[in-house]
T-cell receptor, first 115, second 113 residues
Framework: AQSVTQLGSHVSVSEGALVLLRCNYS??????LFWYVQYPNQGLQLLLK??????LVKGINGFEAEFKKSETSFHLTKPSAHMSDAAEYFC?????????????FGTGTRLTIIP | GAGVSQSPRYKVAKRGQDVALRCDPI?????LFWYQQALGQGPEFLTY????????KSGLPSDRFFAERPEGSVSTLKIQRTQQEDSAVYLC???????????FGPGTRLLVL
């Protein structure tokens, strides 16, 4: 079984500052990894994903994440925060073993941007 | 093209009522998922279809929850005899093939009084 831990349920950064949202996973096999963003009263939108290949993944809105197998981590970063980045962010995994199709989510990190 | 749509967006039910939540996936998407998101939590898996076949229903919390996708397109999640603990946002997602990106609908917010 896999699980996801997101450290920090709330993160506040100043506009223009670095955004770092942490995600660690537990899985018996290297999983597929995802970051989703959720704006109020909306569904989840994919920011980026890692399946295979290059471990540094670039996504939409200037976000990127790096898969580090040795640390079982997939932290999300953005060099310069914008006000529009304020939202809830979810890290999720899908196991690569056959028959495992579901996303397992972390509990989310609410990002607040300070003007 | 159009994304995943869900209806109704909001539903208020009295305890004990039956409710039906609808999901229209992206056209041509084979896989369809239902998730439950409690307030302040991440979504939790309920059930998964590949075309009309329900391949995994391990997340359904009780036998009051039932999902179907009879023609391999639209899906309905039914909750019988609703309880207050059923209050949550119910999210539907679809993907073209297995383990590809899941695209989410806006959700149905269910409040059981």
């Amino acid at each position: 079984a896999q699980s996801v831990t997101q450290l920090g349920s709330h993160v506040s950064v100043s506009e223009g500052a670095l955004v770092l949202l942490r995600c660690n996973y537990s899985s018996s096999v290297p999983p597929y990894l995802f970051w989703y963003v959720q704006y109020p009263n909306q569904g989840l939108q994919l920011l980026l994903k890692y399946t295979t290949g290059a471990t540094l993944v670039k996504g939409i809105n200037g976000f990127e994440a790096e898969f580090k197998k040795s640390e079982t981590s997939f932290h999300l970063t953005k060099p310069s925060a914008h006000m529009s980045d304020a939202a809830e962010y979810f890290c999720a995994v899908i196991g690569t073993n056959f028959g495992n199709e579901k996303l397992t989510f972390g509990t989310g990190t609410r990002l607040t941007i300070i003007p | 093209g159009a994304g995943v749509s869900q209806s109704p967006r909001y539903k208020v039910a009295k305890r004990g009522q039956d409710v039906a939540l609808r999901c229209d996936p992206i056209s041509g998407h084979v896989s369809l998922f239902w998730y439950q998101q409690a307030l302040g939590q991440g979504p939790e898996f309920l059930t998964y279809f590949q075309n009309e076949a329900q391949l995994d229903k391990s997340g359904l919390p009780s036998d009051r929850f039932f999902a179907e996708r009879p023609e391999g397109s639209v899906s309905t999640l039914k909750i019988q005899r609703t309880q207050q603990e059923d209050s949550a946002v119910y999210l539907c997602a679809s993907s073209h093939l297995s383990r590809e990106t899941q695209y989410f609908g806006p959700g149905t917010r269910l409040l059981v009084l």
